[in-house]
């Protein structure tokens, strides 16, 4: 079957719903006429008392007219539509025919009736009905022409004076234009919709029968077997896997299958009675078991979810599915072999096994628990474990499991004190964790214990002995130690503690602990370590020192050492501690850093309130030579030379719009987009540009190679800004290169799980990282501190740049939230990482540029509020040429005296100006005049918490400057077409 949208309109127009909007449209065409002519009609029996001479004979002409429209009229009631529209047509012409021939004659007026009914025939009938309609008009017109020239007609009977003929004229007149403009319009309307719904309902129709397809190979492939049967047990449908389960082949199904000889004779009964049972109402649950029976005979258990099939609110059927329980019954049985084989090993184990509920009384317990508990068996069941403790350890207890029951976590070792069935206290070990049913909920615990109380005591004893001598040590900060050197140059170690070993990473050996010590200290350290040593043992001194120490595992940290001499007979005793000051080390180190970066941080704001300043100024500037531009453009024809100098004007003022967004870039007070985009493209594209190409043809010797990640996550950002980013660091690494090299731009992936400290430190998160490396000469220590730094360059000033290059990267990319690490080694290369937080939006296709239409103005009445005046007259000449009405002023103060008398559709509001308010306080005193004013507010400064503020207040879009026609135009309209709230 051929689509309608592939064999054309003519099978479109053959289409039921077609033809019944054609019916449909022509009822209401015809419903208008009938309308028209029965006013005009009326208001013609009115006027024939006043305008015509023969009265008599006009109102009866009238009123056969009426009388005409309201026989076909009820004719439309009854649905006779074609027969109601040929008396309409045939009983108008009639009557103007009668008017003609007693004596009307043939006038411009009866010219207009007759083309009159050609119109409505066309309308009615179409072509066909049109073409002859006219041909019977043109014929019956030259006959009575004909007629009146040779005098065969009768004087005039009815209209004799300019005044009535006036009044026919008008009816005709008025007749033609309502027919053509309500009904020609509401026919292409009503024949649009058709075509409309007719196209929506064949694509809903393709659509249902894509679904059902769909749905019967989704039904096929499931792995449970699915029916349709009637009441007989005739099976009418069943997928894939009913003849599967039951060894059925195509070739049985398209015979035929009954339902109930699937299932063993001694179920069929019953199966019969429950699904009567549904059919009534009585059975309520789908579920049933049976034993069912494969082709060869041999049967199985299933389990058979059934459900009646209603049409029209009548059973017709059942329909369900089936699933084979073969397997669930072995591991039904295997799961009771398993229990019975895990509760011997239970009830042999040494170690006591429990089981309680949620309360945390006793639901099971084997041979060891009663044992450790002192009860029997038939005393613990039941009994509440809090009963074996004090109320302090109960409410230990308690905790602990109340944690186990809310994060579902084992506990692997827990001592608890108890209290015996004897009255003697003893000591357990227990391990708990959350018991389970089988849907996840908790619903007790379970656990293993050990009687810990002679170890508990062993341990006491141990512990007391050893308190007496560890007492002072333990309480000493760091690491305590003793050591010895004797005359004879031997040195040793006489003693050290604990948290010195842990400290040092070193274990207790005497023998080899001062050489594995030295050995650990970092080698810029190690010779002033030893030196120290032999000058307190030298000089019968306080030995000192501080230093870096790497431990045998490899980590890093800074220790100091203290310590006193003591003499002895034969030499001398050191007793001294060992203190960890990495912490006061790293402070120290973290306090210089962010010493430089508060140094670099004002700098960058210094120069950025520099920058921000004269880029406003220059936008103002650049603002009004846009401006001016473009309404020279708009009113210079085509072809003329001078508008090419007005093009290369235009064309400046938008380089010099770059160069301030490059300053606005480094004070970080650049316009960023909010837009979706992915590094990837923006890689690709750059390789495309000119600029591109102009590097790669100044560095041949340079080979440029990308290595992207297809899966790279996108980023929220502005694609100007990040494009210049990569054309400066590709700008910088080329020339980097002295000779052949190569430059690699790679994109990746990276989650931070903690933050990194880089040349900046990055915090932990998702990112899209973009790195471009080169093997270049590389950065010298001297110069890698200062590299972001504006106007600061190693290069030849006004052939590599200006030295803005890498403070724009800087800048784009604390813009963008992000991050930058520069790894460099001179000679060996560089390389520059940016981290860009990720999104997980999608990007979005461009979109066309507007046409003028949609933005031009219907005369409303904009105020435009700037200080500068050229600001004014520009936005006052791009404005009027969009249709709207102007006023200026040149201050916030001005422009509320202006609105104290005065009504504005819009408000052009600037955001900064001096001296006076500001736009956000001008906003703020223009709503207590007017409360609900409309306002855009533009500024050449990027959006801040005072614009915010003002949008928050009501005020609609923000515009930087400069703006051209299109941006401010589209920005008004849309604020002008914003319903108020």
Not at 256 to 280: K, T
Not at 281 to 289: I, M, V, Y
Request: charged share 25%; aromatic share 8%.
């Amino acid at each position: 079957m051929n689509d309608p949208f592939e064999t054309g309109l003519k099978s479109t127009q053959d289409h039921p719903v077609f033809n019944q909007f054609t019916a449909n449209v022509s009822r209401e065409v015809l419903n208008r006429i009938i309308l028209i002519l029965s006013i005009l009609t009326g208001l013609g029996l009115i006027a024939a008392i006043f305008l015509f001479q023969k009265k008599w004979g006009s109102a009866a002409m009238l009123l056969a007219l009426m009388a005409i429209l309201i026989t076909a009229k009820l004719l439309m009631r009854r649905g006779q539509l074609r027969l109601a529209a040929i008396l309409t047509i045939a009983g108008v012409w009639l009557v103007f025919g009668v008017n003609m021939l007693l004596g009307g004659g043939v006038y411009n007026v009866n010219a207009v009736f007759f083309l009159v009914m050609t119109v409505i025939a066309g309308l009615l009938f179409g072509e066909k009905a049109t073409f002859w309609a006219a041909a019977a008009s043109i014929a019956a017109l030259f006959v009575l022409a004909l007629l009146g020239f040779f005098g065969l007609l009768p004087s005039p009977y009815f209209v004799e004076s300019p005044l009535g003929n006036l009044a026919q004229l008008i009816f005709a007149l008025v007749t033609t234009a309502g027919t053509l403009n309500l009904a020609l319009g509401e026919r292409d309307n009503a024949l649009g919709m058709a075509h409309e719904r007719l196209a929506d309902q064949l694509k809903a129709r393709r659509a249902l029968q894509e679904s059902e397809r769909k749905h019967r190979e989704l039904v096929d492939f499931l792995p449970v077997a699915v029916f349709e049967c009637d009441f007989e047990g005739n099976v009418l449908s069943g997928n894939l896997a009913i003849r599967e389960m039951f060894g059925y082949s195509q070739a049985d199904y398209e015979k035929g299958l009954n339902g109930f000889d699937m299932i063993h004779p001694n179920d069929r009964e019953r199966a019969a009675q429950n699904l009567q049972a549904l059919v009534r109402g009585d059975k309520k649950d789908p579920f049933s078991e049976y034993t069912a029976l494969h082709k060869d005979g041999t049967a199985f258990p299933c389990a058979f979810f059934t459900s009646v099939i209603l049409e029209e609110k009548k059973p017709v059927g059942f329909r369900g599915a089936i699933i084979d329980l073969s397997s669930q019954k072995q591991a039904r049985e295997a799961l009771r072999q398993a229990e019975e084989k895990y509760r011997t090993i239970i009830e042999q184990m040494v170690e006591g096994y429990f089981e309680l509920d949620l309360a945390g009384s006793y639901t099971f317990a084997n041979d060891a628990e009663c044992k450790i508990a002192g009860c029997s068996r038939e005393e613990l069941i039941g009994m509440n474990n809090r009963q074996f403790q004090d109320k302090e350890n109960a409410k230990k207890a308690y905790q602990v499991f109340n944690r186990i029951y809310k994060t579902g976590k084992t506990v692997k070792s827990l001592e608890v004190e108890i209290i015996k069935k004897d009255g003697s206290k003893g000591f357990n070990e227990i391990s708990v964790s959350l018991r389970r049913d089988a849907e996840g909920r908790p619903i007790g615990f379970r656990g293993f214990t050990r009687d810990v109380t002679e170890r508990r005591q062993a341990e006491e004893n141990l512990r007391f002995s050893e308190e007496r001598f560890r007492g002072i040590a333990s309480n000493l900060p760091g690491g305590v130690f003793q050591f010895f050197a004797r005359h004879n140059g031997d040195m040793g170690l006489n003693y050290i503690s604990e948290n010195a070993q842990d400290l040092l990473g070193l274990p207790h050996d005497p023998e080899q602990f001062f050489p594995k010590l030295a050995a650990c200290i970092a080698p810029e350290d190690r010779e002033r370590f030893l030196e120290s040593i032999n000058e307190a043992i030298r000089s019968v001194s306080r030995w000192s020192f501080e230093g870096r120490y790497i431990k045998p595992t490899g980590e890093e940290m800074y220790l100091r050492g203290i310590s006193a001499p003591i003499e002895i007979k034969d030499g001398l005793i050191f007793n001294g501690v060992i203190l960890d000051i990495t912490d006061r080390r790293q402070a120290e180190a973290e306090k210089r850093r962010l010493e430089e970066r508060l140094r670099r941080a004002e700098k960058m704001e210094a120069l950025g309130q520099l920058a921000g300043g004269v880029a406003h100024d220059l936008n103002n500037v650049l603002g009004v030579l846009s401006g001016y531009s473009e309404l020279l453009l708009a009113e210079i024809p085509e072809g003329q030379k001078v508008r090419k100098h007005v093009e290369k004007i235009l064309q400046s003022t938008e380089k010099g719009a770059a160069i301030i967004q490059d300053l606005l870039t480094l004070a970080r007070r650049g316009v960023m987009s909010a837009e979706v985009l992915q590094i990837n493209e923006t890689i690709s594209g750059f390789t495309k540009t000119p600029a591109f190409e102009n590097i790669r043809d100044y560095h041949p010797g340079v080979t440029f190679r990308t290595e992207c990640d297809p899966n790279l996550l996108n980023i929220k950002g502005s694609p100007v800004h990040l494009e210049k980013t990569l054309m400066n660091l590709v700008s910088n690494a080329a020339e980097a290169i002295s000779g052949e090299g190569e430059v690699t731009i790679r994109t990746e992936n990276r989650y931070l799980d903690k933050a990194i400290v880089g040349y900046d430190e990055v915090k932990e998160g998702d990112y899209a990282v973009l790195i471009v490396s080169d093997t270049g000469a590389g950065i010298a220590d001297e110069h890698r501190e200062k590299i972001f730094e504006p106007f600061y360059t190693k290069k030849a000033m006004g052939r590599s740049g200006t030295g803005l290059g890498l403070s724009i990267v800087w800048g784009t990319v604390k813009d963008h939230s992000g991050y930058i690490d520069v790894k460099t080694k001179v000679g060996a290369g560089t390389s520059f990482t940016l981290y860009f937080p990720a999104t997980r939006e999608e990007t979005n296709l461009p979109t066309p540029r507007t046409p003028l239409e949609r933005y031009m103005g219907r005369g409303e009445t904009v105020l435009v509020v700037d200080d500068i005046a050229e600001q004014r007259d520009v936005a006052s000449g791009l404005l009027k040429k969009l249709g709207y009405y102007v006023h200026a002023v040149s201050s916030g103060e001005a422009a509320v005296e202006y609105l104290k008398e005065n009504r504005a559709d819009m408000v052009i509001l600037d955001m900064i100006m001096a001296p006076g308010m500001d736009g956000m306080e001008t906003y703020r005193k223009i709503l207590a005049i007017h409360s609900q004013q409309k306002a855009i507010l533009v500024s050449g400064f990027s959006e801040t918490d005072r614009v915010r503020t003002a949008q928050r207040l009501g005020a609609g879009a923000y515009v930087k400057k400069p703006y051209v026609m299109e941006t401010i135009g589209l920005a008004i309209r849309k604020e002008l077409d914003r319903a108020a709230v």
